[in-house]
T-cell receptor
Framework: DAGVTQSPTHLIKTRGQQVTLRCSPK?????VSWYQQALGQGPQFIFQ???????QRGNFPDRFSGHQFPNYSSELNVNALLLGDSALYLC???????????????FGPGTRLTVL | GENVEQHPSTLSVQEGDSAVIKCTYS??????FPWYKQELGKRPQLIID?????GEKKDQRIAVTLNKTAKHFSLHITETQPEDSAVYFC???????????FGTGTRLKVLA
């Protein structure tokens, strides 16, 4: 039973560029949430996708966008990168439809993004 | 807005002693409170959780208590071991939103 996977592991970009991060949820899960974790901080909620739609969004600018595919995998896109976007980006999966624990999220290993 | 405060930010204990980490949440509609352990360079791992209809939950050396009136919850680790050393995060979630508001983390060091 595969857990949550993310790619790539590390990424280096320069200011102004665009980046796409990918997440595959745990087997049987239908919901993906994305978090940004700055160094030494707790994860901050970016948004959540269910049934290929964004159902919740945190306090992040429109430069942050996402997508969910029919197989439940998800992408996080960040445009016009800023130095402050450097962080660990975590995705977490859960099961909203029919699961006994819709509020329990399991995290992937994260993508470390460095913006120079 | 929604907020979760976590204390202390760092905690050092001797092996075998107990460790307690406390969190306070602001949203009275919060009803689910997970705790995650994050080792250096690794993913956050769920170690225990509690729902608002329960006051206490225990799993071997780990326990969590919830005081809904005071809006705070705590993680208790007994008989600490060196492998318990990590950063611990509390979080709060509101039914229907399923988004987590995390605390700022506690770095626990268990000294052998």
């Amino acid at each position: 039973d595969a857990g949550v996977t993310q790619s790539p592991t590390h990424l280096i970009k320069t200011r102004g560029q665009q980046v796409t991060l990918r997440c595959s949820p745990k087997s049987g899960h239908d919901t993906v949430s994305w978090y940004q974790q700055a160094l030494g901080q707790g994860p901050q909620f970016i948004f959540q996708y269910y049934e290929e739609e964004e159902r919740q969004r945190g306090n992040f600018p429109d430069r942050f966008s996402g997508h969910q595919f029919p197989n439940y995998s998800s992408e996080l896109n960040v445009n016009a990168l800023l130095l402050g976007d450097s962080a660990l980006y975590l995705c977490a999966s859960s099961s909203l439809a029919g699961g006994p624990r819709p509020d329990t999220q399991y995290f992937g290993p994260g993508t470390r993004l460095t913006v120079l | 807005g929604e907020n979760v405060e976590q204390h202390p930010s760092t905690l050092s204990v001797q092996e075998g002693d107990s460790a307690v980490i406390k969190c306070t949440y602001s949203d009275s509609a919060s009803n689910y409170f997970p705790w995650y352990k994050q080792e250096l360079g690794k993913r956050p791992q769920l170690i225990i959780d509690i729902r608002s209809n329960v006051g206490e939950k225990k799993d071997q050396r780990i326990a969590v208590t919830l005081n809904k009136t005071a809006k705070h919850f705590s993680l208790h680790i007994t008989e600490t071991q060196p492998e318990d050393s990590a950063v611990y995060f509390c979080a709060a979630s509101t039914q229907g939103t399923y988004k987590y508001i995390f605390g700022t983390g506690t770095r626990l060091k268990v000294l052998a």
